[in-house]
């Protein structure tokens, strides 16, 4: 199986502050790799696949990046609406998710 | 627009088979590329994805809980259907289910159901 390892677990920021969390993959998944934000309560939502594609209405400020089997979430500027838990998922084989980072409020 | 809702029973007991559906409108199953996915997350916990039925009736498992896994679709009735068997209170969770076209066996789910809680205890 393929493990995802993701950090941090909690990361305190500000509004505005550019915040990154890395997933680290086991081993090669190419770039089956995608990212989402979750709220309390709510389901998941679909921010990047294939490591660097925005998924269509998600705004500019989030990026995904990846080199070799280190995967990157970027928010340039964060916003208020910004600060919920967000997921790596490996989709290249099967499907593993990362543990999660819970972005709050510093 | 696509929307898929889960539903089936908020508490079973320990030793059951839970039975959940996923009725989705916005799509169907027969067209080639699609796929539903069973995705659970205990309170607090990370995602799992426990399953993936795709247009042409294949279908992937988590291998941590395959043997007590079926997944099965009804595509004139737009819905799947997820069976565990044999549960545990660690199954206790919140189940979604999920739409891909990302790719056959490489799935990323760009809708998602609201989600439905599922407790097990005696």
């Known amino acids: 199986d393929i493990q995802m390892t993701q950090s941090p677990s909690i990361l305190s920021a500000s509004v505005g502050d550019r915040v990154t969390i890395t997933c680290r993959a086991s081993q090669s998944i190419s770039n089956w790799l995608a990212w989402y934000q979750q709220k309390p309560g709510k389901a998941p939502k679909l921010l990047v696949y294939?490591?660097?594609t925005l998924e269509s209405g998600v705004p500019s400020r989030f990026t995904g990046s990846a080199s070799g089997t280190e995967f990157t979430l970027t928010i340039t500027s964060l916003q208020p609406d910004d600060f919920a838990t967000y997921y790596c998922q490996q989709y290249y084989s099967y499907s593993t998710f990362g543990q999660g980072t819970k972005v709050e409020i510093k | 627009q696509i929307t898929l809702k889960e539903s089936g029973p908020t508490l079973v007991k320990p030793t059951q088979t839970l039975t959940l559906t996923c009725t989705f409108s916005?799509?169907?199953?027969?067209?080639?590329?699609?796929?539903v996915g069973w995705i659970r997350q205990p309170p607090g916990k990370a995602l799992e994805c426990l399953a993936v039925?795709?247009?042409?009736?294949?279908?992937r498992y988590s291998p941590s809980v395959e043997s007590r896994l079926t997944i099965s679709k009804d595509t004139p009735k737009d819905q799947v259907v997820l069976t565990m068997t044999n549960m545990d209170p660690v199954d206790s969770a919140t189940y979604f289910c999920?739409?891909?076209?990302?790719?056959?066996?490489?799935?990323?789910?760009?809708?998602w159901g609201q989600g439905t809680t599922v407790t097990v205890s005696s």
């Open positions: 039925i795709y247009w042409n009736d294949d279908k």
């Open positions: 294939r490591a660097s």
């Open positions: 916005g799509f169907s199953l027969s067209t080639t590329g699609v796929a």
């Open positions: 999920a739409h891909s076209d990302s790719g056959y066996f490489h799935d990323s789910f760009d809708f």
